[in-house]
């Protein structure tokens, strides 16, 4: 609570209309009293990835697709509410407490439920998650304070290099156009290599 209040300290402006972390009870109660104007939502990979634990393996398998779909694709809270129930009807899931504690909290991560509040289509903190894998390669709990920063600047400096590399491509190495008409060449002008390809 402390790190959140001198965070927002520092901030100037108007606090965040919105944070997305995991369902970690001691960040929601933290949030809830540091920063009672922001909508604190649960990063939707975090429980989409419990899925494959929390169901039987022949149901994940059959369903995942299904409750993936019923999430982000329903457009009102009714249509979300009814497909939902279809679908744990259809796999004999009735008496799974897990979802049920998953469905009492949608209003914190369940698309429908939480796009009143703009979050430029944020949904996860995945990204943090793929920092976290990206620096773990290179640093660990055991470095000193100074392997620590040898080891971050090797990683930033590959993370540049790499970056480079992507640069170097979308400026350079134009791709064949597949049709020759005027579109094609705005987006091979527009979008990256990795994007248009």
Not at 55 to 73: A, G, N, P, S, T
Not at 98 to 125: A, C, D, P, T
Request: hydrophobic share 40%; aromatic share 14%; charged share 25%.
């Amino acid at each position: 609570m402390w790190l959140l209040k001198q965070f927002n300290k520092f901030i100037p402006g108007e606090p965040s209309k919105m944070t997305i972390t995991d369902q970690d009870p001691v960040i929601t109660k933290a949030i809830s009293q540091a920063l009672p104007n922001t909508f604190h939502r649960y990063c939707s990979w975090h429980i989409l990835n419990k899925f494959s634990e929390k169901l039987d393996v022949v149901v994940y398998r059959d369903y995942f697709k299904d409750f993936q779909k019923c999430i982000w694709e329903s457009c009102t809270k009714e249509e979300f509410d009814s497909t939902r129930m279809e679908i744990i009807d259809k796999s004999k899931l009735v008496d799974n407490g897990w979802l049920q504690s998953i469905y009492e909290i949608r209003s914190k991560w369940v698309l429908v439920y939480v796009n009143h509040v703009f979050s430029v289509g944020m949904s996860s903190s995945q990204r943090v998650e793929n920092s976290h894998a990206f620096f773990k390669r290179y640093v660990s709990k055991k470095n000193s304070l100074l392997d620590f920063i040898t080891q971050f600047n090797r990683a930033i400096a590959r993370q540049r290099h790499e970056e480079f590399i992507t640069d170097h491509v979308d400026i350079n190495e134009k791709p064949i156009f597949k049709m020759p008409n005027m579109i094609e060449k705005q987006m091979v002008e527009i979008y990256t290599d990795f994007l248009y390809v």
